[in-house]
């Protein structure tokens, strides 16, 4: 891209932010009230991220459906929320039925269509697969209600192509609402939007995610979004440290926390994150994103490669940098 082409792309994206801030700051706006808007939320996978959604969800007094692919997934999912619930109802002294009120508002089941006939927004948190997420989406668009709002828990993958199989007027209403792990305690979600989406669905969307407790920003359309397009680079360079033996993934760690101000070290937060999600988000970046491609820095080493094949996936199997009680 010539450096002309690539002002006139950053100015035109520029001005397309300020429209929407100018819009969300607007004066004399009514205050939105997104339970007027969404009450029954389905989520897609119960795993790390979507039991964590469907929890803080749930504790924000929304219906949740929560979906994936067999009950043992959803019984894990369930049991997730169930533990997480009853260790926050111990530290701040909730009434012997606050889980159980919360819970309730809960249901699970595997029947995948089902699942979003009535739902307002539909939260998809499964693996992340391009092609698996993009057939999910265009299953769910046949049979979601027209004004259903669709949102993607990408951490790598563009909204555009994950949304691609969908039809246009359903297309305006998808984002990105990128959570971040473990969901009950982390405060951000970041909020991604495209050319096409208008301003009064991002306010909407704002609006819900301050009501769920947290702090949306907003970002466009751009692999990795904010946090990610930074964090994976700095996870990269901790690795290559290691794998070039000039210093040890415990030294590491313990620098960037006492040395840099960071709550955990590098390695502590892969294991944190999967090795897996880690190693899905490198690929789809050597591969295919755009302005990344090819780029060497993001090709998975094979001892990446080769700790995903024996299983070390981090914290979720028991195994990954470090060693953790399952
Ligand atoms: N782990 C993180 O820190 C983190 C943070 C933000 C976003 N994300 C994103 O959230 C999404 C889910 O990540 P996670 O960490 O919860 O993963 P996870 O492995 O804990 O859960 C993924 C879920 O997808 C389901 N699944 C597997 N194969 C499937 C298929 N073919 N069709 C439908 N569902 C299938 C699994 O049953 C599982 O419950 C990914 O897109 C990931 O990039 C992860």
Same mark, same amino acid.
């Given at each position: 891209?010539?450096?002309?082409?690539?002002n006139s792309t950053?100015?035109?994206?520029?001005?397309?932010?300020?429209?929407?801030?100018?819009?969300?700051?607007g004066?004399?706006?009514?205050?939105?009230?997104?339970?007027? +808007?969404i009450?029954?939320?389905?989520?897609?996978?119960?795993?790390i991220?979507?039991s964590?959604?469907?929890?803080?969800?749930?504790?924000?007094?929304?219906?949740?459906?929560?979906w994936?692919?067999?009950?043992?997934?959803?019984?894990?999912?369930?049991? #997730? %929320?169930r533990?997480?619930?009853?260790?926050s109802?111990?530290?701040t002294?909730?009434?012997?039925?606050?889980?159980?009120?919360?819970?309730?508002? %809960?249901?699970?089941?595997?029947?995948q269509?089902?699942a979003c006939?009535?739902?307002?927004?539909?939260?998809?948190?499964?693996?992340?697969?391009?092609s698996?997420?993009?057939?999910?989406? !265009?299953?769910?668009?046949?049979?979601?209600?027209?004004?259903?709002?669709f949102?993607?828990n #990408?951490?790598?993958?563009?909204?555009?192509?994950? !949304?691609?199989?969908?039809? @246009?007027e359903?297309?305006?209403?998808?984002?990105?609402?990128?959570?971040?792990?473990p969901?009950?305690? =982390?405060?951000?979600?970041e909020i991604?939007?495209?050319?096409?989406?208008?301003?009064?669905?991002l306010?909407?969307?704002?609006?819900?995610?301050?009501?769920i407790?947290?702090?949306?920003?907003?970002?466009?359309?751009?692999?990795?979004? %904010?946090?990610?397009?930074l =964090?994976?680079?700095?996870?990269?360079e901790?690795r290559?440290l290691? @794998?070039?033996?000039?210093? +040890? %993934?415990?030294?590491?760690d313990t620098?960037?926390k006492?040395?840099?101000?960071?709550?955990?070290?590098?390695?502590?937060? =892969?294991d944190m #994150?999967?090795l897996? #999600?880690g190693?899905?988000?490198?690929?789809?970046?050597? @591969?295919?994103?755009?302005?990344?491609?090819?780029?060497?820095?993001?090709?998975?080493?094979?001892?990446? @490669?080769? =700790?995903?094949?024996?299983?070390?996936?981090?914290?979720?199997?028991?195994?990954?940098?470090?060693?953790?009680?399952?």
């Amino acid at each position: 891209m010539s450096t002309s082409t690539a002002n006139s792309t950053a100015e035109s994206a520029l001005r397309r932010q300020r429209q929407v801030l100018d819009h969300l700051r607007g004066k004399g706006q009514p205050e939105i009230d997104p339970k007027a +808007t969404i009450s029954h939320i389905a989520i897609y996978g119960a795993g790390i991220m979507g039991s964590g959604i469907a929890q803080v969800a749930a504790q924000s007094g929304y219906k949740v459906t929560l979906w994936d692919v067999t009950q043992a997934d959803l019984d894990r999912g369930i049991h #997730t %929320i169930r533990t997480s619930l009853a260790r926050s109802a111990r530290k701040t002294g909730q009434p012997a039925d606050w889980v159980q009120s919360i819970l309730s508002r %809960i249901s699970s089941t595997t029947d995948q269509l089902a699942a979003c006939t009535s739902a307002d927004l539909v939260i998809e948190a499964i693996v992340e697969n391009l092609s698996i997420k993009q057939d999910l989406f !265009s299953r769910l668009d046949k049979v979601a209600k027209p004004t259903c709002i669709f949102a993607t828990n #990408t951490s790598s993958l563009l909204v555009a192509d994950v !949304s691609a199989k969908l039809g @246009e007027e359903r297309k305006q209403r998808m984002v990105a609402l990128h959570f971040f792990n473990p969901v009950a305690v =982390m405060k951000l979600v970041e909020i991604a939007y495209m050319d096409g989406t208008s301003p009064e669905l991002l306010a909407l969307l704002k609006a819900w995610v301050h009501d769920i407790g947290k702090v949306p920003v907003l970002c466009r359309d751009t692999p990795g979004f %904010i946090v990610n397009r930074l =964090m994976v680079p700095y996870n990269i360079e901790a690795r290559q440290l290691v @794998e070039r033996g000039d210093a +040890t %993934i415990e030294d590491v760690d313990t620098a960037m926390k006492l040395g840099a101000g960071y709550p955990m070290g590098p390695f502590e937060l =892969m294991d944190m #994150t999967g090795l897996d #999600t880690g190693y899905h988000i490198m690929k789809a970046w050597y @591969e295919t994103a755009p302005g990344l491609s090819g780029d060497p820095r993001f090709k998975p080493s094979p001892e990446m @490669e080769q =700790m995903i094949r024996d299983g070390y996936l981090g914290r979720k199997s028991g195994r990954g940098y470090y060693v953790y009680d399952k």
